[in-house]
C-alpha cells in the first residue's frame, strides 16, 4: 500500500513536470552516440574487468523502446560528457500500473519485490537480477517476440546465466529437450514450474516447487488432456498418486512423503526408458532406497506399476480384488437393505393391524 | 411356613401366662403397694387407730387380689398380641423381598457371559477408531474427513492412533481364539454359529413372513441366521484386515519377500473391505440392535449380557425351550437325589 501511495504521488509530481523537464533538457540520442557509437568504447574497471560500454544504435532500435531516447531511461546523466557513472536504470519509472507513458500496465514489480530475487536485492546483493537481467536492457523485446529473452524458449538460457548447473541439468531432460530441441511449446521452461516474477525458495510453503505445492504444479500440466493428452503421456498419473498413500499423506498435510520430484527428479527428470532416469526400473531400488524413505529397497519395488489405477485392468490382480470387493460389497448391501426394507414394511403392516383392532 | 411360626409363638405365649408367672408378678406388685401404703399411714400427722389401719390394709389387698391377676394377663396379652404382628408384618416383608429376587433371576437370562461381552467392547472400540483414522485415507477428497484427520492430530498421529486400534483388534481375535477353544461356552457357542440347513430355510421362511405367506416369524435357536451372518462376517472381515494390514504395517520388511503388486493388491483389499465392513455395521448391524423400532435406540445388552425372559421367547423360543427342558430335567434330577437320600 504505502508502494502505492508513493507511486500516486510520483504520478501527480510526473504529469505536472515531465521527465525531461526535470532532466534539464532532452539530450539527443546523437550526442551519446559521440561516444557510445563507437565499436570498442570500454572501459577497464579497477579489478581488471573490461566493460563493454559500445552501445549498437540498431539493437535499440529493434527493441520496443525504440522510440526512447537514451535519457528517458538513463535519467542520471543530465549533462555531456556525464560526469559520473550513470546508476542502473530504474524500469519502475515507467512501467507501473495507471503510468501516463504508454508503457504496459502492470504491477507485476510488485510480485518481484516479494520474490527471492527482488529481497536480494533490496537486502544490498548487487549480483541480484533487477529486471533488465532478465527483459534485456537495449534489446529488450515483447515477451511474444522469439528474440526476446523472456520468450518461452529463451527463459531457460536467461536464467542459465546464473544458475549454469541447473540449466546443464535442464537441457538435458525431458522438458528441456522437448521445448528446446523439439520446439514443443507446451513444454515447461523454468518459469512454468517456479513462477515468474514471484519466483519464492523451495522451502517456503507458498512455492510453487514446495512440497506442499509441487503436484499441483506438475498436475496443472500432467493432469489435462488439452496439454500432454496430445502427446501421448498417460494424464491418469495425477490422480493414481492422489489415491497412493504418498498422496493422501501429501493431502493430509506431510511434508516428508514422497511427491513427484522425490522419485522423478527436479530439473533432469527423464522418462522411465531412459536409463538415467531414477524411476528407470534398474534405478527404482536406489531411488525408493533413499535414506529418509525406504532404506534397503531391492528390486520387489519395482515388481509391479507405480501408479496403480485399480480401475483399469492392466493393473493386474489389483484390477480384479478391486472387481471381486465391488461387486461384492454391491450384492451384499443390496441384500441386507432389502431385508431391512421388507421386516419394516412387515412390522408397520402389523402396527397398523393392531391398531385397527384397538 | 409363616402360619406355623405364628401359632407356636401363640402357644408359647399361653404357655406363659399359664404358668403362673402372672401371680408371681401380682405377689410383688401387691408387696410394693402394701409397703408403700404403710408407709404413707406411718407418715400421717393425724393419729390413726391401728384398727383402722388394719382394716384399710385388708381392704386394699382384698381390692388387689381381685383385679391385679386379670389386669397383669390382659396386658400381657396385649404385649404378646403386638409382637405377633410385627413378627407377622416382617416375615411377609422377607417374604416379598424373596419374591421379588426369584422373579427378576426368572425374568432374565444370561445371553453373553462376562468374556464374551469383552470381547465385543475390544472389537467395537478397535473398529471405530479403525474407521475414522481409516476412512479419510480411502476418500482422501471428501473434504469433512481433513477434520477428521486434524482431530487426531494430523496424519502421522492419525496413523499411530490406526495402529493402535489394530493392535487391540489383533489382541481381540487371540483372546476370541483361546476362549473358542479353551472356553466351555465358547465351544458351544462356535458349533451353534455353525451355518447349517435350518439357517436356510429361516431365511425363506422369513422371507415368506415378509411377503404375508406366513403368519409367524421363523422360531430361532440361540442364534439366528442374522446373528450368524454378523459373526461369519466378522470373522472375514478380521482375516482380510489384519492379514492385509499387517503387510502393509511392516511393508519394508514384507517387500523383502513380495513384490510391490502384492501389497497394492493388500492395499485395495483393505481399504474395499474397510469400506464393506463399515457399511455392514453402519446398516444392517446398527439396524438390528439400534434403529429396529423394537430395539431402539438399543439395549445394554452388550454390558451386562442379560435378555429379558419375554425378548427371549421372541427371539431365541427354541433356545428358551431347550433351556427350560433342561431346568425341568434338573429338577427332576434333583427330586430323585432327594428321594434317594431320605
Known amino acids: ?358 | 411356613m409363616a402360619g406355623t411360626e405364628e401359632e407356636n409363638i401363640k402357644k408359647e405365649s399361653a404357655l406363659a401366662v399359664e404358668a403362673g408367672r402372672n401371680e408371681l408378678i401380682a405377689e410383688q406388685l401387691k408387696n410394693d403397694v402394701i409397703s408403700e401404703i404403710q408407709a404413707k399411714l406411718k407418715k400421717s400427722k393425724t393419729e390413726i387407730p391401728a384398727e383402722t389401719k388394719e382394716k384399710i390394709l385388708q381392704s386394699t389387698v382384698n381390692r388387689l387380689n381381685q383385679i391385679l391377676p386379670r389386669k397383669i394377663g390382659r396386658l400381657k396379652q396385649e404385649l404378646v398380641d403386638e409382637a405377633i404382628r410385627a413378627a407377622a408384618k416382617s416375615q411377609k416383608e422377607i417374604a416379598e423381598i424373596a419374591k421379588k429376587e426369584e422373579k427378576t433371576a426368572e425374568e432374565t437370562f444370561l445371553r453373553f457371559n462376562i468374556h464374551f461381552r469383552i470381547q465385543h467392547m475390544m472389537l467395537f472400540s478397535s473398529v471405530i477408531l479403525l474407521i475414522l483414522t481409516g476412512l479419510p485415507l480411502k476418500f482422501p477428497a471428501f473434504s469433512p474427513f481433513a477434520f477428521l484427520v486434524d482431530l487426531f492430530g494430523g496424519i502421522e498421529s492419525s496413523r499411530f492412533f490406526h495402529r493402535f486400534a489394530a493392535v487391540i483388534l489383533i489382541l481381540f481375535m487371540v483372546y476370541h481364539t483361546l476362549y473358542t477353544i479353551l472356553h466351555r461356552d465358547g465351544r458351544r457357542d462356535f458349533l451353534l454359529l455353525l451355518p447349517m440347513p435350518k439357517d436356510i430355510k429361516d431365511v425363506i421362511w422369513n422371507l415368506k413372513y415378509f411377503f404375508g405367506l406366513s403368519d409367524d416369524r421363523p422360531k430361532f435357536g440361540r442364534f439366528s441366521y442374522v446373528e450368524k451372518f454378523d459373526y461369519w462376517a466378522v470373522y472375514w472381515g478380521c482375516v482380510i484386515m489384519i492379514g492385509s494390514g499387517a503387510l502393509l504395517w511392516f511393508q519394508d520388511i514384507s517387500l523383502m519377500f513380495l513384490p510391490k503388486f502384492a501389497l497394492d493388491a493388500s492395499k485395495e483389499a483393505h481399504s474395499d473391505e474397510a469400506v464393506l465392513a463399515t457399511l455392514a455395521i453402519v446398516i444392517w448391524h446398527f439396524y438390528n440392535v439400534h434403529f429396529n423400532p423394537d430395539k431402539f435406540p438399543g439395549s445394554l445388552l452388550w454390558l451386562h449380557g442379560r435378555i429379558p425372559k419375554d425378548e427371549m421367547m421372541e427371539e431365541h423360543p427354541l433356545e428358551y425351550a431347550e433351556l427350560m427342558k433342561q431346568k425341568e430335567n434338573q429338577h427332576q434330577v434333583e427330586k430323585s437325589n432327594d428321594t434317594e437320600n431320605t
Request: overall charge positive.
Open chain 1, 1 to 358: 500500500m504505502k508502494n502505492k501511495f508513493h507511486l500516486i504521488i510520483a504520478i501527480s509530481i510526473l504529469s505536472v513536470f515531465p521527465l525531461s523537464s526535470i532532466a534539464g533538457a532532452t539530450i539527443a540520442i546523437q550526442k551519446c552516440m559521440l561516444c557510445h557509437g563507437k565499436p570498442g568504447f570500454k572501459k577497464v574497471e579497477e579489478t581488471g574487468k573490461v566493460k563493454e560500454l559500445y552501445v549498437n544504435l540498431s539493437t535499440i532500435e529493434k527493441s520496443v523502446h525504440k522510440k526512447k531516447t537514451c535519457t528517458d531511461c538513463h535519467a542520471d546523466v543530465v549533462e555531456i560528457p556525464h560526469k559520473q557513472i550513470p546508476q542502473k536504470v530504474k524500469c519502475i519509472r515507467c512501467h507501473f500500473k495507471g503510468n501516463p507513458d504508454g508503457a504496459p500496465q502492470s504491477d507485476k514489480y510488485l510480485e518481484y519485490q516479494e520474490s527471492i530475487h527482488g529481497r536480494a536485492v533490496k537486502s544490498g546483493n548487487r549480483k541480484a537480477p533487477i529486471c533488465q537481467d532478465c527483459h534485456g536492457n537495449h534489446d529488450s523485446k515483447h515477451t511474444k517476440d522469439v528474440l526476446s529473452k523472456v520468450h518461452k524458449s529463451n527463459v531457460a538460457k536467461t536464467c542459465g546465466g546464473c544458475h549454469i548447473d541447473i540449466y546443464a541439468q535442464y537441457i538435458t531432460s525431458i522438458h528441456g529437450k522437448a521445448l528446446l530441441l523439439e520446439h514443443r511449446i507446451e513444454a515447461p521452461n523454468c518459469t512454468d514450474c517456479h513462477g515468474e516474477h514471484k519466483i519464492l525458495e523451495h522451502t517456503d510453503p507458498k512455492s510453487m516447487v514446495n512440497p506442499v505445492n509441487i503436484v499441483k504444479t506438475c498436475s496443472h500440466c500432467h493432469n489435462s488432456v488439452e496439454i500432454v493428452g496430445k502427446y501421448g503421456i498417460e494424464t491418469s498419473q495425477v490422480s493414481t498418486y492422489e489415491h497412493s498413500f504418498h498422496g493422501i499423506a501429501v493431502k493430509f498435510g506431510s511434508k516428508t512423503v514422497a511427491n513427484c520430484a522425490s522419485c522423478h527428479g527436479k530439473h533432469n527428470i527423464a522418462p522411465s526408458e531412459d536409463p538415467s532416469s531414477p524411476v528407470n526400473i534398474k534405478n527404482i531400488p536406489s531411488t525408493c532406497g533413499q535414506p529418509n524413505c525406504h532404506p534397503g529397497a531391492n528390486i520387489n519395488y519395482a515388481k509391479g506399476k507405480m501408479h496403480v489405477n485399480p480401475k483399469s485392468k492392466q493393473s493386474g490382480i489389483i484390477y480384479y480384488v478391486a472387481f471381486f470387493f465391488k461387486y461384492l460389497t454391491l450384492l451384499t448391501i443390496i441384500a441386507l437393505i432389502a431385508h431391512i426394507i421388507l421386516d419394516l414394511n412387515r412390522r408397520s403392516k402389523e402396527w397398523r393391524e393392531q391398531k385397527k383392532k384397538i
